[in-house]
């Protein structure tokens, strides 16, 4: 599958606009630990600069400052479709026999640039899961109800993204609750998925926490374009197209401009495959 040169440079020019009026400011996604199995897509990959000065186990889960005030929920969540019976309690696929797929993103980064990419989706019918960090919840509350009144799918991606897989079990799980106070007091809900910090794949230790607080499903990915190293719009969409297939949930990122030029080529050449992408609620039920 070719890329489409055109839906890129379109993306482009208006990423640029975008830039020249308010900036960029890319946020770093977390590295797989390559826990579990998984083919050439999900292969661990290298530690982000943010990570690898990251405090040591016995400080980094400090509490986070309060957030600031911010209005109540403005509309109930959209209601989730139910899962089916067999849904693993980690989900790396969904269902290979229908022609959908899951695009999830690590949600952090500049709102301008993340409201870019949510249009993009929309513009083609897409909708996407967003795994939010909750100190961009705090930095950014309006973004939650933003992302719902799309479409959208709205989950926990841990309150600061640390590495939670090298975390004692309460440190843990304090920074999955925070997170999940942060989208209960935005949208109503603390959603339904919960994703590992730092990591594909959730320990034992972080799923019993994550049930703890309320996420009885953990959700991975089969295909990692490794957006977050910035390797250029044209690269991240031939990766995503050469990888995904009917079922696949692919890990992207929000802060990344390049991922957002990359999302038209990406939906057009999923098309071209007869796939559309959903929520992960949708793609599991």
């Known amino acids: ?31 797989s630990d390559g826990r579990g199995a998984g083919g050439p897509s999900v292969a661990a990959r290298p530690q982000p600069a943010h990570l690898t000065g990251s405090p040591s186990p016995s400080t980094s889960a400090s509490p986070s400052p309060p957030p600031s005030p911010s209005p109540s929920p403005s ?13 693993p309690q980690e989900v790396v696929t969904g269902p290979h026999s229908r022609p959908q797929l899951a695009l999830t993103f690590h949600g952090q980064g500049d709102p301008a640039i993340a409201t870019a990419l949510l249009e993009a989706a929309e513009q083609r019918g897409a909708r996407l899961t967003v795994l939010a960090v909750g100190s961009w919840l705090d930095e950014q509350p309006q973004i939650a109800q933003r992302i719902l009144s ?53 320990t034992r230790t972080v799923k019993e926490q994550a049930q703890q607080v309320g996420y009885a499903h953990v959700l991975s990915f089969d295909v990692d374009p490794r957006d977050y190293a910035d390797p250029g719009a044209e690269t991240v969409a031939r990766r995503v197209l050469q990888t995904a297939a009917a079922g696949s949930v692919v890990a992207l990122h929000m ?31």
Not at 76 to 82: D, I, N, S
Not at 271 to 279: K, S
């Open 1 to 31: 599958m070719t890329v489409d040169r055109r839906s890129v440079l379109r993306s482009a020019s208006r990423l640029a606009a975008l830039s020249a009026a308010g900036g960029l400011v890319a946020a770093c996604g977390g590295p």
């Open 75 to 87: 509309a109930t969540p959209f209601a989730l479709p139910p899962l089916a019976p067999d849904t």
């Open 255 to 285: 802060g990344h401009p390049g991922t957002v030029t990359a999302l038209p080529a990406i939906l057009d050449g999923l098309a071209e495959q007869g796939l559309h992408a959903v929520t992960a609620s949708e793609l599991c039920a």
């Open 150 to 202: 799309g479409g959208h799918e709205l989950g926990n991606h841990t309150q600061n993204h640390l590495d939670i897989c090298s975390l004692p079990a309460d440190q843990a799980r304090e920074e999955i609750a925070q997170c999940a106070q942060r989208l209960e007091r935005l949208t109503g809900s603390i959603g339904r998925w919960f994703r590992p910090s730092a990591a594909q794949y959730a």
